[in-house]
């Protein structure tokens, strides 16, 4: 299994990004997807994820209203729509796939345990 994630970079504050996530090696719409990120020195925290149809999103409170995210399961991929960037928002971004068509879950997984699988990684940073 991999998943590529990327288009990461650097932005002014107030800019947008978009980043992507490539996944291969797996049925792509039989897994929920997810962005996570961690900042220098910080846990890794969910930041949005999106049901295997793409009818069910979820979002981290600091992010509610500035990120979109959404999946084309036709190219096996997964976006996240960043706008209004901060400063806050510098991190390197993951993305994770939930196999939650074999484990039965019924809702968007928000914490790191519940992805089984993870990218390497996108640096995104926000000056100010």
Not at 31 to 55: H, L, N
Not at 60 to 74: E, Y
Request: charged share 20%.
């Amino acid at each position: 299994v991999q998943l590529q994630a990327c288009r990461g970079g650097l932005v002014q504050a107030g800019g947008s990004l978009r980043l992507s996530c490539a996944a291969s090696g797996l049925t792509f719409r039989y897994y929920d997807m997810g962005w996570f990120r961690q900042a220098p020195g910080k846990e890794r925290e969910f930041v949005s994820g999106i049901s295997r149809s793409g009818g069910s999103t979820a979002y981290a409170d600091s992010v509610k209203g500035r990120f979109t995210i959404s999946r084309d399961n036709a190219r096996d991929t997964v976006y996240l729509q960043m706008n209004s960037l901060k400063p806050e928002d510098t991190a390197l971004y993951y993305c994770a796939a939930d196999r939650s068509l074999y484990n039965g879950r019924t809702y968007v997984a928000g914490a790191v345990h519940e992805y089984e699988y993870w990218g390497q990684g996108t640096l995104v940073t926000v000056s100010s």
